[in-house]
């Protein structure tokens, strides 16, 4: 096989965000890990991928004729704290991969680009086979996500607290456009007064992502709305899984309601909205239990940037964006409320919501662990009463006298998730040149709602010596 054609429709459409440049090669490539199923998908052959042709497509080394790799410019909010231009440090765009539609190729860790600042450019073994892993969990859990194609070790050093063995990693995406993106298009709008650049962004959104929009009466309108209805979905799927994101930034939000840049992120083990995993978020500003706000404070972001194409007037373009920025936390709780009865196998009901307020209140106070309650409470009403912490005694018998609805509890809720004391035995095995660890796990997380023999480490929380956990970011 040749080469794949790559398009370069972002690059060249939005030159004033995105800065044409070149990966650094690297000095030994070797493939840790390949999604051969995923290249199935996009039509790349997983042979030609492992070939040294393939190696320097990943790597960003050499691109096919026609590709011109770019680093994307953004702007975006850092815990609150607006930052006027960010961009891809240590990432490139290499091109759009065509298809019903197209789908971006990404590199993280592929070298310095004029949006670095103070950064190296580069990316460590273990971080970037993390969000292969975490990712590739998320789509297995079916919540919308980047993809992870691959990653590659380069043969160098990186410089961390201790040197590091450097890799570079292949996402796709819907796309890369961001929250962040729309702000440096918006604050570029304001300085100049010049409106094109935003609206073009904003119309390439709606084609790429909201097709249907364009029809509507009032487009950015729709784009809008329709940014909204993907996020209040997206949220809702991660707090249904205990997923923890950690570093919301708006730049870290998409157009497209993929969930982005897997960082400091983690699954929750014992119930607790206040659960935070990140080194970084001293006041838990990106904890659990949070996220739904931030999601909605993210938003009025978004909406905010859109707002000079919303209506001739100010005042005019405000009250229509605080009207649909408004659905959002209804729609939200609606979609996790019918999501979470659904996990205790109930239809929607009062009743049934009473009920998830209580088991999930003593969750929080008992700590037990989320994702094994629901297979346990499964178990339970099948007649193993043992299956529950003692403490849910009295709750058991008002939950049986709904009659939950057992086999579909065990279509919606995994058995496994990439827990973190597993993805960090597998990490650093990795590191040390075993990557048996990392694909076991991957064997098992991407088929997580299918109980199998002789997994089950696969299924408890961390022993107590594994202590609290902490993740770190940009590493
Ligand atoms: P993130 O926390 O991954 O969303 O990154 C936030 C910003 O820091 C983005 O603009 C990244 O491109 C940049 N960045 C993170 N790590 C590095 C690095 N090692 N070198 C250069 N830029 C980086
Ligand atoms: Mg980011």
Known sequence: MASPTLTADFAHQFPELAKSWQAATPPEPRLLVLNEKLAGELGLDPAWLRSPDGLALLTGADVPDGAAPVAQAYAGHQFGNYVPLLGDGRALLLGELA??????????????????????????????????????????????????????????????????????????????????????????????????????????????????????????????????????????????????HGVMNTDNMTISGETIDYGPCAFMEAYDPATVFSSIDYAGRYAYGNQPLVAQWNLARFAETVLPLLAATEELALAVAVETLEGFMPRYHGLWSAGMVAKFGLAASVESIALVDQALALMTEHQVDYTSFFRRLAHAGRGDTAALPAVFGDWLPRWRAMNPDIDAMECVNPVYIPRNHLVEQALTAAMRGDLAPVDQLLGVITDPFRQRAGLADYESPAPPEFGAYRTFCGT
Do not use: C
Not at 232 to 241: N, V
């Open 99 to 244: 298809g019903d539609h197209l789908r971006d190729i990404h590199l993280k860790g592929s070298g310095r680009t004029p949006f670095a600042r103070g950064g190296d450019g580069l990316a460590v073994v273990g971080p970037m086979l993390r969000e292969y892993v975490i990712s590739e969990a998320m789509h297995a859990l079916g919540i919308p996500t980047t993809r992870s194609l691959a990653v590659v070790a380069t043969g160098a050093l990186v410089q961390r607290e201790t040197p590091q063995p450097g890799a570079v990693l292949t996402r796709i995406a819907a796309s890369h456009l961001r929250v962040g993106s729309f702000q440096l298009a918006a604050q570029q709008a304001h300085a100049t007064g010049d409106l094109g650049l935003l609206r073009r962004l904003a119309d390439y959104a709606i084609a790429r992502h909201y097709p249907d929009a364009r029809q509507a009466e009032n487009p950015y309108l729709a784009l809008l709305a329709a940014v909204i209805e993907a996020q209040a979905s997206l949220i809702a799927d991660w707090m249904l899984a205990g997923f923890v």
